[in-house]
């Protein structure tokens, strides 16, 4: 189970950071990170951070969004400074996670997170 925190309503320029807790059957965790969904659009990849601390940024939020993890506590964090209005959606938390020993890598998705930047 991934469950999301931290979005809300900010102005442009301002900003928010977003947690994702990972919890239940988990073995090991490979990657975790951040995708977003704009009204009418379709779902596109923020920020991914692998356990061992490679990212991975879209351009359009290089240089404004951070994104880090603790590995003790199983989470990812998103951390978004100088918004923009068309950083509006909901952003949702992904992991690729072991749940067993003996299992295969399955992909979880969190319920979602609105970020709204106003202008």
């Known amino acids: 189970q991934l469950v999301e925190s931290g979005g809300g309503l900010v102005q442009a320029g301002g900003s928010l950071r977003l947690s994702c807790a990972a919890s239940?059957?988990?073995?090991?965790?490979?990657?975790m990170g951040w995708y977003r969904q704009a009204p009418g659009k379709q779902r596109e990849l923020v920020a991914m951070?692998?356990?061992?601390?490679?990212?991975n940024y879209a351009d359009s939020v290089k240089g404004r969004f951070t994104i880090s993890n603790d590995n003790a506590k199983k989470m990812v964090y998103l951390q978004m400074n100088s918004l923009k209005p068309e950083d509006t959606a909901v952003y949702y938390c992904?992991?690729?996670?072991?749940?067993?020993?003996?299992?295969?890598?399955?992909?979880?998705w969190g319920q979602g997170a609105l970020v709204t930047v106003s202008s």
């Open positions: 992904n992991a690729e996670l072991k749940p067993k020993w003996n299992s295969g890598y399955v992909e979880r």
């Open positions: 239940g059957s988990i073995f090991s965790i490979n990657a």
């Open positions: 951070i692998t356990w061992s601390g490679s990212t």
